[in-house]
């Protein structure tokens, strides 16, 4: 079992720059591939970007490529969504995933994720 704890959301104005956290449990996040997914309301919830469990690889979107990036601190047992330049169209619940990864690889869609964070609201005024 891994729970997922999201932290960092918040209202910043377009632009601006905040950093989200995801702070998991368990002994054996180092083989966990992590994903950043965000719902809009009335929205299917979006896939954002996703990184491999040694961090070696990363994937995003289109629409935050450039502009988010994601990372992680094993020894912390922590992923990151560093995310700059913010529109109001970024406006959303952010939730972080997990799911054990045999492959040292890049989970993209929704349905492979097991674990799933509360979520933290951000949003982004104009």
């Known amino acids: 079992q891994v729970q997922l704890v999201e932290s960092g959301g918040g209202l910043v104005q377009a632009g601006g720059s905040l950093r989200l956290s995801c702070a998991a449990s368990?002994?054996?996040?180092?083989?966990?591939?992590m994903g950043w997914f965000r719902q809009a309301p009335g929205k299917e919830r979006q896939f954002i970007a996703a990184i491999s469990w040694s961090g070696r690889s990363t994937y995003y979107a289109d629409s935050v490529k450039g502009r988010f990036t994601i990372s992680r601190d094993n020894a912390k047992n922590t992923v990151y969504l560093q995310m700059n330049s913010q529109k109001p169209e970024d406006t959303a619940v952010y939730y972080c995933?997990?799911?054990?990864?045999?492959?040292?690889?890049?989970?993209?869609?929704?349905?492979?994720?097991?674990?799933w964070g509360q979520g933290t609201q951000v949003t982004v005024s104009s």
């Open positions: 995933a997990a799911t054990y990864s045999t492959y040292d690889v890049v989970r993209r869609s929704s349905y492979e994720y097991d674990y």
């Open positions: 368990g002994r054996t996040f180092s083989r966990y591939a």
